[in-house]
């Protein structure tokens, strides 16, 4: 069995696979992985990798160092089952690599717009060849509603749950209605300019953060909430 884990800028995913089948899902904090004693103790791992966005603490170095198993630290000379056209190969988010080999892992031959909206939101594109050619990253919902709050004097900071019209007929309407469906508008151009040129695309959708899109695109759209620790995963076993 695989152990998966995936640091975020906000949470850490730990999963396990037996082969290519998810098993379970844990969240927990991206500075100590207190859990990993119990999963030894409850599944007969053989191997795992770790993808991180953040610099890796020194409890989390400590803990990996005690596994009975090895574990891959994925970084940008570690080898994938994909060709990275990224200029700054060593700059890349792991987790964007990881969406984008999982995506065309489970989708071969076709070209594809990877949407992970979490802290940040990013874009990546990866043909039907699988030549991953980079993308876009933009903020994510809460950071916008955050700095809407923290770089005005008098915007309130609010949540995202609630109301939501086209036209916000008070301030935290407004805010909200600004923020939810600026994203969906600039989620909707991205995949509208890439099916200029790609009419067969098909768009992933994952991350933490839900958006709705209007009928004729939901038939292209594949919602997966696991796409990076499936990518990992894919990963891993490539290594194999």
């Known amino acids: 069995m695989n152990l998966i884990i995936d640091i975020g800028n906000s949470v850490a995913k730990i999963a396990i696979f037996d082969k290519e089948k998810l098993l ?18 409850k599944y007969n791992i053989k191997k795992g990798i770790i993808a991180s966005v ?13 596994l009975p198993f090895p574990v891959i630290e994925l970084n940008h000379e570690t080898p994938v089952p994909i060709a990275n056209l990224y ?39 990866i043909d039907r060849s ?15 509603f955050k700095a809407l709050n923290i770089f005005t004097d008098k915007l309130p900071k609010i949540s995202p749950k609630g109301e939501k019209p086209l036209y916000g007929q008070s301030t935290e309407t407004a805010i909200r209605s600004g ?12 995949i509208h300019q890439l099916l200029k040129n790609y009419p067969e695309l098909l768009v992933f959708l994952t991350g933490g953060d839900e958006f ?12 997966d909430r696991f796409l990076v620790l499936k990518g990992l995963n894919r990963i891993l076993e490539y290594n194999d």
């Open 54 to 66: 953040i610099t890796l603490s020194n409890t989390i170095r400590k803990q990996l160092s005690e």
């Open 130 to 144: 699988g030549r991953y050619h980079g993308g876009s990253i933009s903020p994510g919902m809460r950071m916008r």
């Open 87 to 125: 200029e700054t190969p060593h700059t890349l988010g792991m987790d964007r690599l990881a969406a984008v080999v999982a995506a065309n892992h489970l989708q071969p031959n076709r070209d594809i717009l990877v949407i992970d909206a979490g802290t940040c939101i990013t874009y990546d594109f």
């Open 179 to 190: 923020v939810i469906h600026g994203i969906e508008y600039e989620m909707s151009g991205y």
């Open 212 to 223: 709705s899109f209007d009928t004729k695109l939901k038939s292209i759209i594949f919602a």
């Open 24 to 41: 379970e899902v844990f969240r927990g904090s991206n500075h100590s992985l207190d859990c990993l004693p119990m999963l030894c103790h």
